[in-house]
Each structure stands twice: as C-alpha cells, then as structure tokens.
C-alpha cells in the first residue's frame, strides 16, 4: 500500500510521457525519504514493472524516470488491496484523494462495490452465508427511541421487535413478542400477554418489566421524535405479572396498536442492560433475530441470534456500511441508474458490477412510494399570506406536457427554463402587489429542508429565480426541522413515505402542518385528526387523511412535486427476498444456494 502511494507521488510530480531527467535527492525530498531510502523504493518499482530508471552514476548525476503504468492502474490496484482487507473508509478517502477524473471516479466507485453483496465461505465443513449491503445514510444510532433515519430503523428493526407486528402482505396486525391481547369497551386498556422464554441478546429473558420501562421511557422523552403523538396519549404501563402488562390511554386512540407495529415500539431491556443512553444506541441489547456485534463510524455488522423466538435468520452476517455517494449502474437500454430513484437508502442488494450489460439483475418492486412535497407557512408575514402568491409558486412548480396535463417538478429534471412564459410573466406583479408594505426580508423565501432533500430544495429555488422570486436555500438535521427554525421559514420541503404505516405518518404531518397555515385551516385539520383518533376503521380513517390533504391542496398551502415506487434491485443469487410492513427488505428470510453465491 505504501509503494502504491509513493507511486502516485512521484506520477504526480514527474509524469512526461518522454520521461523525466530527475537526481535521487529529488526523489527523496518528493517522498520524504532518504537518499537510501529513496533508492530502495525506485528499485521495488523496477522490480514491479511499474517504471524504467536509468541510472546515472554518482551523486548528484540526474537519472531517466519514464512511466510505464499509469496512475489509474495504480490507484485501482492499491483500492483493491484495501478492499480485501475490508477497510472501507481508508478505501472511500482513496477514492476522494486519487479520483482525478470522473471516469476513475467511476472505476474506483465500481471497484469498491466488489466488496458488496452476497458472499460464501466453507468453514469447519459449514457454509457461512453474509451479505454486504451500501447504504447512503450513516448510521447514527439504533435505539429506537433515538433514530431519526430510514437507515437507522431499517438496523433497529432487525435488532428489536414490538409487541405486536404487520403482516406485510395484508397489513393485519398479528402477534408477536405478546401471543394475545385485549382491551376494554372503552378502548382506552390494553391488556397485552407475552411469550414465555423469549430472549435479549445478553441472555436475559423478556418480562412484563422490560415493556413497562420501554413505554416509561418514551412518555417521559421530551425529544420531537417521529410518532411523539401517541407517546403523549399514554397515561400509564402497569405489569400485571411477569408475563402481562396493561397499558392505559388518555383517550380512544386507534392508531395506538399500529404504533407498536413500528420500530419506534421496539422492546429494549429495562435499564438498557446497565447501559447509559448513548452507549445503548452503539451497543444495543434486543430480541430480534440479529444482535449486533461490530459497530464505527461506517459500519454496522449484525449476527444472527440463534435463539430467536421465530427461528433463526437464514444468512449468518449481514454487514450494513455507509457509502458517501450515490451508487450508479448502466441499465440494458443504456440509461444510467442513480440509487437516489429508489426512496429507501438500503433497497440495493449488490454483487461485483462489471458496468454496462449485466442480464443478472433483478428488480422486484416493493409495496412502497415516496412523495417529496413542499408546504407554506402562512403563520409567517410576507408573501406566502397572499393565496394568489402560493398558486402561483405551484404553477411555477410544474411544466407542460401533452395536452392539458401537467407534470411536476421531478427528481430527474434539469434546471431548465420555465416552459409558461405567462407563468415568468404573472410573478413580478403579483410580488409587487403582495409586498408594497413588507421588508425585502419579508419579500425574500426561505427555503427549509434536512440535508438528505437540498438537491431538489436547490431545484425549486432555481424554478422560483427564474420566474422572479428572491430565494434562498437552508438545511437542517431532522431533529431540528420541527422547531423553531421551520417557524423562520416560508417554504418547506420534505417527504412522506407511503407504506402500511403511512396512516401514523400522515397524522405526524397533518398535525406538524397545523402549526403554521392559516388559523381556520388548523382548526380545520385538528378537528379531523381528532375524529381520525377515534375512528377504528382503516378506510374511514383514509378517507378523513384525503379530506385533509383536498383541503391544503386546494387552498396551496401543500403542493406534491414528485411520488416514486421503491424498487429493489438484486442478483439471482440471493433468495427469499421480501419485505416487511414499511416495505423494507426483511433481512431474516434471504438465504443463499449452496455453492451459488460468489466466494
């Protein structure tokens, strides 16, 4: 590895396709070597066939350097030593230090992703399956108290399991770590019964105790985590014995049951296995069917847990590293496929990618789509108070196609001029009219979104400059984009994601949004949400939800820009691939053929 970097370092400075008349003690002071030193490294390169020296003799003579392989094979050759050793993140700064061009970028991106997907090795006459999965998002924290990321519940939901579960098919909901529950006429008691002989990860069996410390500590978390909602309807959690808990509601809440179908529900031990907070959330302790074993900065390495109450996963290691880039493909028709199409930052179960006609891959899609959105808040002076302003930044969001139909803003679009020349043309006035009394703060739009959306947040503040809009563009961390920062800002860009627990979302958005349109709106939404809370039929419950998005659409205070399916794309290698209720590849039923999968 270090003669490979040596070797750049003097390409670098000496590279001439004619050759280059150099003395030893410049090689030395480039590679920081003595003149020794120096000697010894050019004659490994010699040996190497990497370069032609002819020596002059005595010190101070100057010596012919000529090249005879190039950077790129250099660098590709050293990522791929890194590479079998398993050291990702040196191998991601490689890539940003020798990428000196797209087209090795490409090559060193295809090279690292040799490392992913489904590998085999014969062990004490034992097949041992693992599976290396990319992922974009890093993961910060698996506690499901904790997690804000898709990647980091997609981890959390293999580690921990909730009381109750969703088949992914039908969305029934199902038993799981409880075998039965009930609950009163009221519907305000839940009385849940649990397995017996279930397992945590550090040995200790499941208890009433662990599911009472579990709900406390959500309902004493003042953080604005996703689905805080139903934690505040919880009143009280009482074991009844070690092997039951009731736990109590403020009000009627039929979303509550789905709730614990997520991974925010998950069980943890109560104590957090003598744990504190955060060395819980890089050390978990679980009942699901991988515990995890290995974990930095850029990976993640989950077991699997021999004793799971379900039976044990198939695959024996699964490996989940974070990859700071977008992971591209050549398709059969030569189009070039951004893993950013698919919603989910885990959907891509890879093998080694050799780039262009590749008749392996598969694609199966998932029961999932992603909407990306913007919203206004209205409670803040300026424009966006004028209904004809937001009518129109919608407008300005979409572009003509075919007859009268209109397109939105999508993923893929460039920054292309505006096609209504009307459109560009009504801005000006209407800016003018809505804003003679207003400050030029007032008159200039924020843009909010987190760091995972500024790519489209840039789209839509091009779209608006161009058709007249002073715009400017801010990104948050999640756990910010809910406070007082959003309060400060006039459009907001964000994303819903559509699976079995889209109902739970939704209610977390349309109870966010209420806090900034307009008042008779917010009345308007609270009141729904109300009824929704006490609604227990699904489809009563959807048609509730489209009542309220009909409102805000129709008043533009809530705009759709784009809705993507999820698709996963895999090898025919891997077997069992299905999903879980959120769509999401459920990592305990992929199995490998014995002798199928690549070594």
Known sequence: ????????????????????????????????????????????????????????????????????????????????????????????????????????????????????????????DRQIDQLRLPIRQQIHTVDPLYMNLLAESFVSSHIFDGLVRKESESGRIVPHLAHAWETDAARTQWTFYLRKDVLFHHGQTLTADDVVYTFERLMQSSRPALYRFIFQQIASVQALHTGAVVIRLRQPCELFLPFLCTSRAGIVPEGLNRTGEEEFGHRPSGTGPFRLVERDQDRVVLEAFKPYFRGRPHLDRAEIIHIPWRVRRTENDGRVRSESETASPFQVIPGPIEGGQDQSWSQLPSPVSVRKFITFNTQKPGLLQQPDVRRHICQCLQTETDGNKQRHLSENDNEAALTPAAVQQQAPALITAASD???????????????????????????????????????????????????????????????????????????????????????????????????????????????????????????????????????????????????????????????????
Request: net charge neutral.
């Open 1 to 124: 590895m270090k003669l490979h970097r040596q070797f750049l370092l003097l390409h670098g400075q000496y590279a001439d396709p004619e050759g280059r008349w150099v003395t030893l003690d410049e090689i030395a002071t480039v590679l920081e070597r003595t003149h020794r030193s120096a000697l010894n490294i050019i004659g490994n390169m010699r040996k190497a066939g990497w370069i032609d020296w002819q020596a002059q003799r005595g010190r101070g003579k100057r010596s012919l350097l000529r090249f005879l392989v190039t950077a790129e094979q250099i660098a590709l050759e050293s990522m791929m030593q890194t590479i079998r050793r398993g050291d990702i993140r040196t191998s991601i700064e490689q890539i940003r230090e020798q990428a000196r061009s797209p087209e090795l970028d490409d090559q060193l991106q295809q090279w690292l992703l040799t490392y992913f997907g489904p590998h085999s090795e014969i062990r004490q």
């Open 437 to 599: 009394e207003s400050t030029d703060n007032e008159r200039s739009l924020r843009i909010l979104t987190i760091p995972q959306y500024r790519r489209d947040a840039m789209k839509i503040a091009e779209r608006l400059r161009q058709a007249g809009y002073t715009c400017e563009v801010r990104s948050v961390p999640i756990e910010q984009f809910k406070g007082d920062v959003r309060m400060q800002s006039d459009l907001l860009v964000f994303s819903l994601i559509r699976d079995q627990d889209e109902q739970l979302r939704l209610f977390d958005l349309y109870q966010t949004m209420a806090g900034h349109v307009e008042p008779h709106v917010t009345t308007d939404i609270t009141y729904r949400l109300q009824d929704i809370l006490r609604q227990p039929d699904a489809s009563a419950r959807q048609m509730l939800f489209n009542e309220i998005e009909q409102r805000l659409v129709q008043g533009y205070q809530l705009h759709v820009l784009y809705e993507k399916p999820v698709q996963t794309t895999y090898l025919p290698s891997v077997r069992g691939i299905t999903f879980n209720s959120q769509g999401w590849v459920d990592l305990r039923h992929i199995w490998l053929p014995p002798g199928d999968s690549p070594i």
